[in-house]
């Protein structure tokens, strides 16, 4: 590289070393009881960590680059130069000594470079920095970082400045392109899940720079389960949950692996269609039995609810649309972190896609948005359906949209256009989909609901939803398949988790209904049920004869056994007999009401770990037996 850009670009370097340095070492002094201290594990933490830092500082300084690109001869040491070169250095400078005490302070709370907790605490920041403020001294903090940060621009001043003669814009063009190149070469080339350097966890953590590793979290957020949470003997997991899964058509297929298991129905199979409508936001504090006080918002719901089965105690297992869809294919409880359907190798699953493609069931995926976002068409597509979202529609069958896509007029008109192509060529149909327009902008046709659109906000949101429901099943009825098509009505999540709990219950409090009156009395199920035994329940009602590694169990079975799972993002729970376990990321649980007999929490925390910990070997245990 010409001396003149390395010239400038080194008073930035030796800082970052100098900080790094002096953060390392801070860190093994304070780690030292738990350190690798051996000569090759110390080299070894040393140099990925130098590796980390090198390829976060030629990212960091890609903007400081571009101006040198553009920084004619003339300019070089004007004033105008040395404002902004200062300026720049000045917010390297202060942002690099708020990373290192940033990192300190989590490194202080999780023993781990910054992970996806640390991406999550960014979507988290009312929260967030109410909790710092409370634990930390944070003006004095922040004054320190400043005077420091003054302390090193006034000694960096002169040579932040060589006198030197800068190369020609083309020469300056091609070391530029040259150096991002680098940077892309490294991205591509240097995965955060290949530089485990050791069996010690702590000096693999320690060779992580801040930067580096916040900058993977947020690509990848996810976390390995053992590493940051409680753990116990996979044997004892084991045992735990066959035992919960043993019953008289039930036979273990792997009983010393995991919990597959072959699922015999007594009576013959059905054929029935089904039809999956998960619905986006709908708490069931909006279905009209929740809220009496108030004109009806959901009437087709709650008439659906009085006609069909309706579980009216129902706990989504997270916050997000994709756990919804996780949950209803998987039937797995919620992993912290990211949703395995955004997780990479989450190909060839086995799940209700595989499932029904075995009993000949045409399955399609239909979206009225771009299932690229949040992964859904690799998804999908990859676990047995036909993937059918907005690129695949002819212009005519959108009506209406927003920036998430088709209304759900047009999704239910899709889906039942769908289903005409398959009964026409004598298919039996399982069709999933995921509805758009109760989510902000809230914005639907007008004159479909007795309040505006936009304006109306989140009830008219629900309250058009509910309308979209009402016409689909209007005009299922009149199709030749109704009669034996099975419909399923549940909400990814509700409209809002918060709470003052750590994890709030009611925030996850979700309406679930299966419509079909040839296949299911009216009744209504009041025991609380989770959201993973959707798709056993399903199964069930279909005498289907299967194989099974689900997590989630058939609700009409008489020995089901209430027992949720919950999650907000790095806090994982499970709740059984109104006992409340979380497990948090630092190897330790809470317990709600805090006086529970010692007894049911000791019961509770096993049965909980060993849901999660087995659950996260999510690979092994969803990946066909044929791939053991």
């Known amino acids: 590289m010409n001396s003149f850009i390395a010239k400038r670009l080194l008073p930035f370097f030796i800082f970052t070393v100098a900080v790094e340095t002096l953060?390392?070492?801070?860190?093994?002094?304070?780690n030292y009881p738990v350190l690798d201290f051996s000569v090759l594990s110390v080299l070894k933490t040393l140099g990925v960590r130098m590796l980390t830092t090198t390829v976060a500082f030629l990212f960091a300084m890609m903007p400081y680059m571009l101006y040198l690109l553009f920084l004619p001869q003339s300019k070089i040491n004007t004033k105008g130069d040395k404002i902004i070169t200062t300026a720049m250095y000045s917010v390297f400078v202060f942002v690099s000594l708020f990373n290192a005490a940033a990192s300190v302070v989590f490194w202080e709370e999780f023993q781990s470079a910054f992970n996806f907790i640390a991406v999550d605490y960014l979507v988290y920041t009312n929260e967030v920095i109410a909790n710092i403020w409370q634990s930390y001294p944070v003006v004095p903090i922040i004054s320190a970082i400043i005077a420091l940060s003054a302390v090193v621009i006034c000694f960096s001043y002169k040579y932040l400045f060589p006198a030197e003669n800068s190369p020609r814009f083309f020469k300056r063009l091609f070391y530029t392109a040259t150096y991002i190149c680098i940077c892309f070469l490294s991205y591509a080339n240097i995965d955060i899940s290949?530089?485990?350097?050791?069996?010690?966890r702590y000096n693999n953590e320690l060779a992580k720079e801040g930067f580096y590793s916040l900058f993977s979290a947020f690509l990848k957020n996810e976390i390995i389960y053992d590493n940051f949470y409680l753990t116990q003997d996979t044997t004892e997991n084991l045992a735990i949950l066959q035992k919960k899964y043993q019953g008289n058509n039930i036979t273990f297929?792997?009983?010393?692996?995991?919990?597959?298991?072959?699922?015999?129905?007594?009576?013959p199979e059905s054929r029935a269609n089904v039809i999956i409508v998960l619905?986006?936001?709908?708490?069931?504090?909006?279905?009209?039995?929740?809220?009496p006080q108030t004109p009806s918002i959901t009437p087709n719901l709650s008439k659906l609810a009085q006609e069909g089965l309706y579980f009216s105690n129902t706990y989504a297992i997270g916050t997000r649309s994709v756990r919804g869809i996780e949950a209803l294919t998987l039937s797995l409880p919620p992993?912290?972190?990211?949703?395995?359907?955004?997780?990479k190798n989450n190909e060839n699953l086995h799940g209700i896609g595989s499932i029904f493609h075995e009993k000949g069931y045409d399955n399609k995926w239909i979206y009225g948005g771009y299932g690229y976002f949040d992964n859904m068409n690799h998804f999908m597509g990859s676990n047995g359906f036909k993937v059918i979202d907005r690129t695949d529609w002819n212009k005519d069958e959108i009506t209406f949209a927003n920036a998430w896509g088709a209304s759900d007029e047009d999704t239910f008109n899709k889906i039942i256009s769908e289903a005409d192509k398959s009964f026409a060529e004598d298919k039996p149909f399982l069709t999933f989909t995921l509805t758009i327009s109760n989510?902000?902008?809230?914005?639907?046709?007008?004159?479909r609901i007795d309040m505006p659109s936009r304006k109306g906000g989140r009830i008219a949101g629900v309250k058009y939803a509910d309308y979209a429901i009402g016409k689909f099943m209007e005009n299922a009825k009149q199709k030749p398949w109704f009669d034996n098509t099975i419909f399923v009505f549940i909400a990814d999540h509700t409209a809002?988790?918060?709470?003052?709990?750590?994890?709030?219950?009611?925030?996850?409090?979700i309406p679930f209904i299966i419509y079909a009156p040839k296949f299911v009395k009216a009744q209504r199920i009041d025991t609380p049920v989770s959201q993973i035994d959707a798709l056993p329940t399903l199964l069930g009602i279909l005498n289907f004869n299967y194989e099974s590694r689900f997590f989630g169990q058939d609700i009409l079975l008489p020995h089901y056994k209430s027992r949720l799972f919950v999650s907000n993002y790095q806090k994982i729970g499970y709740v059984k007999n109104g006992v409340k376990i979380i497990l948090k990321p630092v190897k330790e649980y809470s317990v709600s009401p805090e006086k529970t007999d010692k007894n049911q929490t000791e019961q509770n925390l096993k049965e909980a770990i060993a849901y999660?910990?087995?659950?996260?070997?999510?690979?092994?245990?969803?990946?066909?037996?044929?791939?053991?």
Request: no cysteine; hydrophobic share 35%.
């Open 23 to 30: 953060f390392i070492f801070f860190e093994f002094v304070n």
């Open 194 to 200: 290949d530089l485990e350097i050791s069996k010690n």
């Open 253 to 267: 297929i792997s009983p010393k692996k995991n919990i597959a298991r072959q699922i015999s129905s007594f009576r």
């Open 279 to 291: 619905m986006e936001s709908m708490s069931a504090k909006y279905m009209d039995e929740n809220h």
């Open 335 to 343: 992993l912290p972190g990211m949703s395995v359907v955004r997780r």
């Open 439 to 447: 989510h902000r902008p809230y914005t639907f046709p007008e004159g």
């Open 496 to 509: 809002g988790a918060a709470g003052k709990e750590e994890i709030n219950l009611e925030g996850h409090h």
């Open 612 to 628: 999660y910990q087995q659950a996260s070997d999510w690979e092994n245990q969803l990946k066909a037996i044929a791939a053991e």
